[in-house]
């Protein structure tokens, strides 16, 4: 059986993670992966050397043409069985490449849908797909108020906890002056509106006031489509704490 993952980008994300995990530890026993990305990302090498045959195409435009021709052919010729999206732009781009070709699609549900634009076309796809996949119930509950799903399902991620095992990486905690008695709270995630980190900036004055000791730490890319997010909490941090 041959699955291919089609993403968007492949930078550091939990979408992206989940899939250079899956890469790493897939066999040839489980099954056949492909993984297809639109533009590449600070994981492609990860990926370039895991378990997983990878294809990069290079998306230009919001609808490229060339790319939805680009990856029906690689469906084709590889005689794919299942493709697997991940996000609304790599949902679209996998249905249109796949329309008539009788494969099997499924679309994991990472994180919320922002966008306007993005919530209309998704609503439209749902129930287009063979099976729409979200990573808790509360997540699908939350979905079902604005999708009148057929088919959903929750699946959880799968970890690779071998990274969180090994002993030879740099303290980081130390080099940014965190001792072993300190209270640490930490936030890993890139500063995307979804993730809400400015709800816990403002939890921090009233921490800070029961616990001077305590010290946070948020791990996480700043968004280059919405920069004003990671800005504002950057802003709040200085200003209140």
Not at 52 to 71: H, S, T
Request: charged residues 30%; proline residues 0%.
């Amino acid at each position: 059986m041959k699955v291919l993952s089609y993403i968007d980008s492949l930078n550091r994300g939990g979408a992206e993670t989940l899939i250079m995990d899956i890469a790493k530890n897939i066999t040839k026993d489980d099954f056949e992966y492909i993984i297809v990305s639109g533009k590449g990302g600070d994981l492609e090498d990860e990926i370039k050397n895991s378990n997983a045959k990878y294809i990069r195409l290079n998306r230009r435009k919001a609808v490229d043409i060339k790319l939805i021709k680009q990856l029906r052919k690689i469906i084709k010729s590889e005689k794919v069985d299942i493709i697997h999206s991940h996000g609304d732009i790599s949902t679209v781009y996998s249905h249109l490449a796949s329309i008539g070709l009788g494969i099997k699609m499924l679309n994991t549900f990472h994180g919320y849908i922002i966008s306007k634009k993005w919530k209309l076309i998704s609503k439209q796809l749902a129930n287009k797909i063979t099976m729409n996949i979200c990573v808790s119930n509360g997540f699908l509950n939350e979905l079902k108020k604005e999708i009148k799903f057929k088919r959903a399902e929750v699946i959880y991620n799968g970890i690779d906890d071998s990274k969180f095992r090994q002993t030879k990486n740099k303290n980081y905690l130390k080099e940014y002056n965190f001792g072993d008695n300190d209270f640490t709270v930490g936030m890993v995630g890139n500063f995307t509106q979804g993730k809400d980190h400015y709800t816990l900036c403002k939890a921090l004055s009233i921490v800070l006031e029961k616990n001077r000791e305590a010290k946070f730490l948020f791990i996480g890319r700043r968004d280059e489509a919405n920069p004003e997010i990671y800005d504002k909490c950057y802003k709040y941090c200085l200003e209140n704490n």
